[in-house]
């Protein structure tokens, strides 16, 4: 849903029932019991595509995800797809309907990409069926909440003071 309000969207993407893929959601809900300004939303979603409608409006989007490239679990990788494309080989797959590299690409293509689209991608170790995520996973949140404050901030600093939500 879009929020034409909100300067900073902060979009936790995956699927709580299937493993380390509820990363996204869960640090989202963290995110949401933080006093964060009036001009930050933080948003879950399931699938790629309504990730570019929740993005709406804003000048800084963060998507947080989980990836599954083979790498070390619990590794985080941040990337600036305003910059360049985003690797398709830390998101080959997904279990969306269409994942968070095609989304950007549309994005890019059809000029709907926000001013600064950072995306943070947590290698997985379990995608299987149910509630929970992995040890190392869980451990990788607490550093990527960090990250995403800082990147709050950060956007914060360098345009106007807005007003804090209560």
């Known amino acids: 849903m879009p929020n034409s309000c909100a300067d900073i969207i902060v ?26 300004p009036e001009t930050v939303n933080i948003t879950e979603e399931g699938q790629g595509i309504s990730i570019m409608e929740s993005w709406s409006g804003a000048s800084m989007v963060i998507i947080i995800d989980a990836m599954h490239s083979g790498d070390i679990p619990g590794k985080i990788r941040r990337f600036d797809a305003c ?22 690409e549309l994005a890019r293509v059809i000029h709907r990409l926000p001013t600064s689209l950072i995306i943070y991608g947590i290698e997985g170790k379990d995608f299987k069926q149910g509630i929970g995520l992995s040890r190392v996973v869980l451990k990788a949140s607490e550093e990527i909440e960090k990250r995403v404050l800082t990147d709050i901030h950060k956007q914060i600093k360098q345009g106007r003071t807005p007003k804090i939500r209560h």
């Open 11 to 36: 979009v936790g993407v995956g699927n709580p029932f299937r493993g380390d893929d509820g990363i996204g959601p869960l640090i989202a809900q963290k995110l949401k019991e933080k006093k964060l």
């Open 83 to 104: 910059r360049k494309p985003l690797p398709k080989v830390f998101f080959p797959c997904s279990t969306h309907h269409f994942g968070i590299a095609e989304t950007v």
